[in-house]
């Protein structure tokens, strides 16, 4: 499977509006693809929407909450883009993580493995423009159909962190999506991907293996390792990823950090982290050091790595003139 680049959006600290002629640029570097994240702050459809009207690159969310968007309305998101750009949009869908789902939605975060599942079965139908009647055990939808059918099929992605998501991905998915993982940790990942996709009698290599890998962009010094640090222990210490990692086999490495902040110590927990484990996650240092960090990965069985740049410096002028640098000197022709 080819190997691609691509772009996470949106960038920090640029307008959507800005995000046409940031796309256009990034096509004429060679990044083949935009992947959508969302959090807090926009949400993950209408990046793409700018994106795909303003060049031919090939889109994807990664991804849309099941649960925070209904069946209906998640379907009805996913052609709209898919109209946008024809044959371009690939719709990544996930269960996010209790912070999002619960304190912030005001929903219920349980049997997410089985709702991903359910999702996917409801949208192959749904976006195949058939009238639909489901009856899962997460949500059941009674009589819906598109009334603006998509002209060609949408690959359906699914974000997986530990085994029982990624054999779903394996199973029932297009694509298969991670993050927050080292480039070694993707072999065991994936390993799980093809796996399930064998048992089940499809092509494991048709997966494709889909990654957002965060890269600080800073110059390399205390005020950058210290922005690594905290943006590790903030999503680390959402407990999906905690037992993702406990998973990968960390549990060592990370007690102290963990430990230190469920004892109420935050700036402890940030000191906490080896200096390993901010190597392996965080791609960071100089340009080729980064390109080189990246090319691992690819190497590691990634498909599609998707750049999610950030920097610590607190003026936000630095900052874009730092996220433009890094797309030029990340862009294809300097990776590998």
């Known amino acids: 499977m080819r190997k691609r680049l691509a772009l996470s959006v949106p960038f920090e600290g640029f307008t959507l509006a800005e995000h046409a002629e940031l796309a256009r640029e990034a096509e004429r570097l060679g990044y083949t693809d935009a992947w959508s994240l969302e959090v807090d702050g926009t949400d993950c459809f209408t990046p793409l929407a700018v994106v795909g009207s303003a060049t031919q690159m090939r889109l994807g969310t990664a991804i849309a909450n099941v649960y925070t968007r209904g069946p209906a309305t998640l379907a009805q998101s996913a052609a709209s883009i898919a109209e946008v750009a024809p044959g371009r949009f690939n719709l990544g869908i996930g269960s996010g993580s209790q912070p999002i789902v619960e304190m912030w939605n005001s929903g219920s975060f349980s049997k997410p493995a089985t709702r991903v599942r359910e999702m996917v079965q409801f949208l192959r139908q749904a976006l195949a423009g058939e009238r639909v009647v489901f009856y899962g055990q997460t949500f059941h939808v009674d009589g819906f159909r598109l009334s603006r059918p998509v002209e060609q099929p949408i690959p359906i992605h699914v974000a997986a962190l530990r085994e029982g998501?990624?054999?779903?991905?394996?199973?029932?998915?297009?694509?298969?999506?991670i993050n927050w993982l080292s480039a070694e940790d993707c072999r065991q990942s994936i390993a799980v991907v093809r796996t399930a996709a064998a048992a089940a009698g499809r092509d494991p290599e048709a997966i494709e293996i889909t990654a957002r890998l965060m890269v600080n962009i800073d110059p390399p010094g205390p005020d950058a390792d210290i922005g690594q640090r905290r943006l590790i222990n903030a999503y680390l210490n959402v407990p999906v990823y905690r037992s993702f990692?406990?998973?990968?086999?960390?549990?060592?490495?990370l007690k102290g950090m963990w430990d230190a902040w469920e004892g109420g110590d935050r700036k402890g927990a940030v000191a906490a982290i080896p200096d390993q484990v901010v190597s392996d996650l965080i791609v960071h240092g100089t340009a080729?050091?980064?390109?080189?960090h990246v090319q691992r990965y690819l190497d590691a069985g990634v498909d599609t790595a998707f750049l999610n740049?950030?920097?610590?410096?607190?003026?936000?002028?630095?900052?874009?003139?730092?996220?433009?640098k890094a797309m030029r000197e990340m862009a294809p022709s300097a990776v590998g």
């Open 165 to 177: 998501m990624l054999k779903v991905a394996g199973e029932f998915g297009d694509g298969a999506i």
């Open 245 to 253: 990692h406990e998973w990968l086999g960390r549990s060592e490495s």
């Open 288 to 292: 080729e050091e980064r390109n080189a």
């Open 309 to 324: 740049w950030f920097s610590v410096n607190p003026d936000p002028a630095v900052r874009r003139e730092l996220t433009l």
